[in-house]
């Protein structure tokens, strides 16, 4: 990733200020780092790239978190927004997986697979991994990320959000989510492995919408139409 340096601000990828008050920065991140520099595979995504989600959303402009479970392996589709890619790449499986679900529940899709108009309007698109070797899906779920996946979580239950949790890695994280009148929504991960024991089928784009609505809140404009 980054060149040497004993300095963990300046070991890896550097977090957005809004976050970086979080305790795992100061105990967890060097570690991390260490291990990232170490690692002899290409890693993605691009290290500037790694905590785009948490830089375009403080934690106070957060609405929605939907939690999967670590980026794309493939190289150029990991942006460092979950399920999301670059308007000019072809969605992956997973992606399109998801655009039939909100074909089926709200009647439209986006035009491609760029998910950053979700985060400008308050939508987290977090894993509980932020970084993937190529070519080796899960290859850093033990790499020492999901104490911040925990802390982010524990950090965003200081009043009602709603937590969208595809996949068993994310309804592991869902002891983290404390405190009342959350919206939680739990169903099996959107990839072609899983899809259809329990994603399809599961509305969680109305779900949440209605959930905004009957909280006096704007919905999420999903579709982008």
Known sequence: MAGPSDDPAEAGPIPPDAWRHLSFFERDWYKVCRLLKAETRPVLPPAHQVFDALARNAPDSVRVVILGQDPYPTPGHAHGHAFSVEPSVAPPRSLVNVFTEMENDLGSRPRNGDLRHWADQGVLLLNTALTVPAGMAGGHARLGWEPLTAE??????????????????????????????????????????????????????????????????????????
Do not use: M, Y
């Open 152 to 225: 982010i979580l524990r950090t965003l239950s200081d009043r009602p959000r709603a937590f969208v949790l595809w996949g068993r890695p994310a309804q592991a994280h869902g002891r983290h989510i404390s405190g009342q009148d959350h919206l939680i929504l739990q169903s099996a991960h959107p990839s072609p492995l899983s899809a259809r024991r329990g994603f399809f089928g599961s509305r969680p784009f109305s779900r949440v919408n209605d959930w905004l609505k009957a909280r006096g809140e704007t919905p999420i404009d999903w579709t982008g139409q």
